[in-house]
C-alpha cells in the first residue's frame, strides 16, 4: 500500500476513504461546474487546511475558474475553536465586482467562515457562495453559515486527513479518520 492510504496507528476510524472522497469532490466540481458556466468565479482556499481539497476540486471543474489563497488561523496547535481568527496571508487578487468561492477544508462552530465572510464582503465581490468539503454534524451549531456546496457530513469528532491536521501533522494522510483522542489528551 502507498503511504498515507494504509491506516495510520493514531486513527481511530477511517470516516471517509480516498476514494469516497474522490466521487464527493467530482460530484461538488459537477454542481459547480453548472452553476458557474460562463463565469469565472475565483476560488478562495483557505489554507492550510483546504489546499488539498481545493487542488482536487479544481480539477473537476471543467469551466473556467482561477484560484487564489488565504491563510487564517483560529486553532492554533489546539483541538477547540478559539474564536480568534487572523489572517496570516491575504489574497492577492482584487475581488470587487467577481464571483467569489470560498473553497473551506471542515465547518465546525462557523467561527473562521464567519469572519472570512464579514471580511470578503467588505471588498464588494459580485457574490460568494462556500464550499465546504466537511461539515461537522452538529445541529444548529453552525446555523449562521449556510454553504451552497457541501461534500459530506462528519459526527462531532476531530478528524485529520485529506489535508486536515492536527499540529501541522496527519495532512498527507489521502483518507478522512478520527484522530485518537489519546493522541491530543
Ligand atoms: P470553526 O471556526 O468552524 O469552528 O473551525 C474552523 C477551522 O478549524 C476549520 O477550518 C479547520 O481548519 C479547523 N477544524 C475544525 N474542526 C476540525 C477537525 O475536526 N479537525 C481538524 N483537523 N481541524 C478542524
Ligand atoms: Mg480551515
Ligand atoms: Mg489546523
Not at 27 to 35: A, F, H, M, P, W
Not at 42 to 66: H, K, N, P, Q, S
Not at 133 to 154: E, M, N, R
Amino acid at each position: 500500500m502507498e503511504q498515507g492510504t494504509q491506516q495510520h496507528p493514531d486513527i481511530e476510524k477511517v470516516l471517509l476513504t480516498e476514494q469516497e472522497m474522490r466521487g464527493i469532490v467530482e460530484k461538488l466540481g459537477e454542481q459547480i461546474s453548472k452553476d458557474y458556466a460562463g463565469k469565472n468565479p475565483l476560488i478562495v482556499a483557505v489554507l492550510r487546511g483546504a489546499f488539498v481539497f481545493t487542488a482536487d476540486l479544481m480539477r473537476t471543474i471543467t469551466t473556467e475558474c482561477e484560484v487564489d489563497f488565504m491563510a487564517i488561523s483560529s486553532y492554533g496547535d489546539s483541538v477547540k475553536s478559539s474564536g480568534v481568527v487572523r489572517i496570516i496571508k491575504d489574497l492577492d487578487t482584487k475581488i470587487e465586482d467577481r464571483d467569489v468561492i470560498i473553497a473551506e477544508d471542515i465547518l465546525d462552530t462557523g467561527l473562521t467562515l464567519s469572519y472570512l465572510i464579514k471580511n470578503l464582503e467588505a471588498r464588494h465581490p459580485a457574490s460568494i457562495s462556500i464550499a465546504a468539503c466537511l461539515v461537522k454534524d452538529v445541529k444548529g451549531k453552525h446555523s449562521a453559515i449556510k454553504p451552497k456546496y457541501v461534500g459530506a457530513y462528519v459526527p462531532d469528532a476531530f478528524v485529520v486527513g485529506y489535508g486536515l491536521d492536527y499540529a501541522e501533522k496527519y495532512r498527507n494522510l489521502s483518507y478522512v479518520g478520527i484522530l485518537k483522542p489519546e493522541v491530543y489528551s
